[in-house]
């Protein structure tokens, strides 16, 4: 079926590194991104988002990168913080599919001092 | 209104015993989504409302699994005859409809740890 997955499940950075967290997703019909972060005991938390019509995307120390070619996406941190410290998520929407999310297994990011 | 609300946090429940978790959503939004979480997985789709009506459910939904939002405010997840397989964490989400211009982007609330025994 179709899937949304990442290829890393753990990864460490040094604080004030960058970070860059990878995910490969399978449907083509997919028209909608969004990458989430998951503290534990919490629920996720939206970072940022990027439509199928773009390739990149910018926030605050985040950027999304959509490469629709090789079906894949990835969240870059600037200078990780402490505070990054969590799951990462990514999902999926599929047009005409309701708004409903498909998500990838997580990746965890360690940030050591 | 600050966000997605989920009661109870915690609930512990005996085997073949029924439970109800509650998720008031962010007012302003008209839908409304449940998904389940296991361990070290991601969240995974359950069921959703527009409003009051419920528009889909995956087949990870059983028969004991019914969930209702009748005044298109909050919504109810109820689980009948519990099972060990049940325990997960259970997030609610809410958005505004697509196409409504706000984005597609939905808040989750913090989720019901449900653990079976």
């Known amino acids: 079926g179709e899937s949304v997955g990442l290829h890393l499940p753990t990864l460490s950075v040094q604080e004030g590194d960058n970070s860059i967290i990878n995910c490969a997703y399978s449907n083509s019909a997919s028209d909608y991104f969004i990458w989430y972060k998951q503290e534990s005991g919490k629920g996720p938390q939206f970072i940022i988002d990027?439509?199928?019509?773009?390739d990149k995307r910018q926030g605050q120390r985040v950027t999304v990168l959509l490469n629709k070619t090789v079906k894949h996406l990835s969240l870059q941190i600037a200078a990780t913080q402490p505070g990054d410290s969590a799951v990462y998520f990514c999902a999926e929407r599929v047009t005409g599919g309701g708004n409903k999310l498909t998500f990838g297994t997580g990746t965890q990011l360690k940030v050591e001092l | 209104d600050t966000g997605v609300s989920q009661d109870p946090r915690h609930k512990i429940t005996k085997r073949g015993q029924n439970v109800t978790f509650r998720c008031d959503p962010i007012?302003?939004?008209?839908?409304l989504y449940w998904y389940r979480q296991t361990l070290g997985q991601g969240p995974e789709f359950l069921t959703y409302f527009q409003n009051e009506a419920q528009l889909e459910k995956s087949r990870l939904l059983s028969d004991r699994f019914s969930a209702e939002r009748p005044k298109g405010s909050f919504s109810t997840l109820e689980i009948q005859r519990t099972e060990q397989g049940d325990s997960a964490m259970y997030l609610c989400?809410?958005?505004?409809?697509?196409?409504?211009?706000?984005?597609?982007?939905?808040?989750f609330g913090s989720g019901t740890r449900l653990t079976v025994v």
């Open positions: 989400a809410s958005s505004l409809a697509a196409g409504q211009g706000v984005g597609y982007g939905y808040t």
């Open positions: 990027i439509r199928s019509n773009m």
């Open positions: 007012s302003e939004h008209n839908r």
